[in-house]
């Protein structure tokens, strides 16, 4: 469910027709819709009925700081992975007290600055970083919040790329024995306080199933610690929920929380969700102009540094004339970019009549489309506008062609 529909042939983001803002702000450009990562982000936390909980937006989805600010005054928490995200977080408002660090590689300057910042919890991966965390929370003088991160050997998920929760895959512990051992040790430690446990399996996820196992087997592993002496007061059940790129069918946020909610009845754990995708999808679109036509291929003025999902993923984006005014089309596109790369595509086998000048607009592209665009072939970013209601706000500019070079210095021999 999106804000983004027809009204007299002309596609609308909310109020504001797409049109309007292309001729303002010129293509490329992301629009984000307000209504729908609101309506979002209040299908999770309106879901939970029994549990205690708290929803928190994952920051590498899509992370401007407008976006944050947004989704921190209608109540979320931050998932993020990064000292850039911490960054962000916390300069959109972020409560430190409702932000998750998680990620398999944090630095000893990024663990620094989560302690500094007082977070909610560093969500770790192995024995190493435990004791990088000991050795700075003892340095420090200051207490670091941890979970341990385990791997619950669950293949779900779309594509191999985001596929986190298998035995073979890089993330968590994947041995009971040691997040026994390495739970015990953080309980002991005079700087280093035990929260609970953390588990994300995928991202892209379309069927129940495996958040039901790794439901069950956190429980599990919780009642495993509780009978060792170690209170677990954090259960994090991470992201993943799919979203309707085609015509997939994943389950609503709803579903999602009343499975956990029967695995978990009764409990006194605080259940933190992580969800990114499921959020911000379809509250984005990237609108296009058509530069040239030629033979089967529309050359759109985006490229795969301003989408990289179709290049990276071969994913599937739908794609919507801004303006509906011809015939249908029996005429197949390859929708392409300018980037000298034959995997720089946007759309493939595409019915459209087009014609050079119009504009479309990119679907579904609201996670994973801004934060993962880059300079490639020297293309200034595109800009990234939110729309709410009938007003509209720049929330990032476009890049300039300054910008490209301005951290570059040439050498005086
Ligand atoms: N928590 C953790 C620990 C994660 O690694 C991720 C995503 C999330 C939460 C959010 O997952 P979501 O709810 O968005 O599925 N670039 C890829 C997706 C990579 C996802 C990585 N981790 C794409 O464009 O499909």
């Known amino acids: 469910m999106d804000y983004f529909n027809y009204k007299n042939n002309q596609l609308f983001c909310e109020e504001v027709a797409l049109s309007d803002l292309a001729e303002k702000y010129g293509t490329p450009a992301y629009v984000y819709s307000k209504k729908t990562l609101v309506r979002h982000l209040s299908a999770y936390s309106n879901s939970f009925e029994k549990l205690n909980n708290m929803i928190c937006f994952s920051v590498k989805s899509l992370g401007n700081i407008a976006i944050l600010n947004l989704l921190n005054s209608q109540g979320a928490g931050f998932d993020i992975v990064s000292g850039g995200e911490l960054f962000r977080a916390l300069k959109a408002g972020a409560d430190p007290k409702k932000i998750i660090f998680s990620g398999v590689g944090k630095s000893s300057v990024e663990v620094a600055a989560g302690i500094k910042a007082g977070i909610l919890s560093f969500n770790i991966e192995s024995i190493s970083e435990y004791e990088r965390i000991k050795k700075i929370a003892n340095e420090m003088q200051v207490s670091a919040p941890i979970s341990i991160r385990f791997n619950p050997d669950i293949h779900a998920g779309g594509h191999d790329y985001i596929s986190t929760g298998r035995k073979e895959d890089k993330f968590g512990i994947d041995s009971e024995e040691q997040v026994l051992e390495l739970a015990q040790k953080i309980n002991e430690d005079e700087y280093l306080i035990f929260k609970g446990l953390a588990c994300h399996i995928g991202s892209q ?29 954090l259960v994090d059940l991470g992201g993943g929920l799919g979203v309707p790129y085609k015509e997939e069918e994943p389950p609503s946020p709803k579903e999602l929380i009343q499975t956990i909610e029967k695995v978990f009845i009764g409990r006194n754990e605080q259940i933190i969700l992580e969800p990114g995708r499921s959020i911000s999808a379809n509250s984005g679109v990237l609108v296009t102009k058509i530069e040239y036509l030629k033979n089967k291929f529309i050359i759109a003025d985006a490229a795969m540094n301003d989408l990289l999902r179709p290049a990276l993923y071969q994913a599937h ?35 459209i009549n087009a014609e050079e000048g119009d504009l479309l607009a990119v679907k579904t592209a609201g996670a994973y489309g801004f934060v993962m665009s880059s300079n490639y072939n020297a293309r200034p970013r595109a800009p990234e506008i939110l729309v709410d209601g009938s007003n509209h706000y720049l929330i990032r500019r476009r890049e300039t062609l300054e910008d490209l070079i301005d951290l570059e210095e040439i050498p005086i021999a």
Do not use: R
């Not at 996820?205 to 007061?233: H, P, Q, R, W, Y």
């Not at 015939?327 to 980037?339: N, Q, R, T």
């Open 317 to 351: 984006h739908s794609v919507m004339p801004v303006i509906k005014n011809k015939e249908a089309s029996d005429m197949e596109y390859d929708l392409v970019g300018p980037i000298c790369e034959t995997g720089d595509y946007l759309a493939k086998n595409i019915k």
């Open 205 to 233: 996820i379309l069927s129940l199933d495996g958040f039901e196992k790794a439901a069950i087997k956190t429980l599990k592993l919780c009642d495993n610690l509780n009978n060792n002496g170690i209170n677990v007061t």
